[in-house]
């Protein structure tokens, strides 16, 4: 059976709907194994057992394990944008990532540090993400995912900042918002257990200062 459609030269296949379905069905196998396992123990064999098929037809989607574990992180990176995007109101263009359009009026401050911060009461994407930076560490493919995933989360908080708080200057906005990046996302760590305890003193600082970080 055909799954991809005709493709340019140096173009990535174009699937169809249904080898979509089962592409996704391998990514989300990989991510399963990934965070059970971790990187160490997620072979394309135990991966093609979780989804249930043969590691010839996972290679057919993904031929290396790079390419697989790499796909797998791109997708939960921008799971992480796009519920950022729908509670700030803001979205990247799909021309250019570095432009970013307002399609909603501004939201709350504190309504954005609570989406951010509720990822992180999810454990399994908490052990995921830890994977992420392990790998990044250690893998220059994977490190270059992972820049690309903070540049843009970077802009699109500096943008909401800039958006609520016109009288800073750009520069001042950038700070705030890598600020505000390296505090959320390192209290993940803590949050999780994995780093330390976890306390309500701790999630109220935290939040306040976050939220300051964006407008006071």
Same mark, same amino acid.
Request: proline content about 3%.
């Given at each position: 059976?055909?799954? +991809?459609?005709?493709?340019?030269?140096?173009?990535?296949?174009?699937?169809?709907? @249904?080898?979509?379905?089962?592409?996704? =069905?391998?990514?989300?196998?990989?991510?399963?194994?990934? &965070?059970?396992?971790?990187?160490?123990?997620? =072979?394309?064999?135990?991966?093609?057992?979780?989804?249930?098929?043969?590691?010839?037809?996972? @290679?057919?989607?993904?031929?290396?394990? *790079?390419?697989?574990?790499?796909?797998?992180?791109?997708?939960?990176?921008?799971?992480?944008?796009?519920?950022?995007?729908?509670? %700030?109101?803001?979205?990247?263009?799909?021309?250019?990532? =570095?432009?970013?359009? %307002?399609?909603?009026?501004?939201?709350?401050?504190?309504?954005?540090?609570?989406? &951010?911060?509720?990822?992180?009461?999810?454990?399994?994407?908490?052990?995921?993400?830890? +994977?992420?930076? *392990?790998?990044?560490?250690?893998?220059?493919?994977?490190?270059?995912?992972?820049?690309?995933?903070?540049?843009?989360?970077?802009?699109?908080?500096?943008?909401? &900042? @800039?958006?609520?708080?016109?009288?800073?200057?750009?520069?001042?906005?950038?700070?705030?918002?890598?600020?505000?990046?390296?505090?959320?996302?390192?209290?993940?760590?803590?949050?999780?257990?994995?780093?330390? =305890?976890?306390?309500?003193?701790?999630?109220? @600082?935290?939040?306040?200062?976050?939220?300051?970080?964006?407008?006071?």
């Amino acid at each position: 059976m055909i799954e +991809e459609k005709g493709q340019g030269a140096g173009k990535a296949p174009q699937l169809t709907r @249904q080898g979509s379905i089962r592409r996704t =069905s391998l990514l989300d196998a990989a991510e399963a194994v990934l &965070v059970a396992k971790g990187n160490a123990d997620a =072979s394309l064999r135990a991966i093609a057992g979780e989804a249930g098929v043969r590691v010839g037809h996972l @290679q057919h989607y993904f031929p290396t394990r *790079a390419d697989l574990i790499k796909a797998v992180l791109e997708r939960a990176l921008d799971r992480s944008l796009e519920r950022l995007a729908d509670t %700030t109101g803001l979205r990247i263009t799909r021309d250019d990532p =570095s432009a970013i359009e %307002t399609h909603e009026g501004p939201a709350n401050p504190a309504d954005v540090v609570a989406v &951010v911060l509720a990822e992180q009461e999810d454990p399994q994407l908490v052990r995921l993400y830890v +994977e992420v930076w *392990a790998l990044a560490a250690r893998d220059d493919d994977i490190a270059a995912v992972v820049r690309e995933f903070y540049r843009k989360y970077v802009t699109h908080v500096e943008t909401f &900042v @800039q958006q609520g708080r016109p009288d800073w200057s750009g520069e001042f906005c950038r700070a705030r918002a890598e600020t505000f990046v390296a505090l959320v996302e390192g209290a993940a760590l803590m949050r999780s257990g994995i780093a330390g =305890s976890r306390s309500t003193a701790m999630d109220a @600082q935290l939040a306040e200062h976050a939220v300051q970080l964006l407008r006071e």
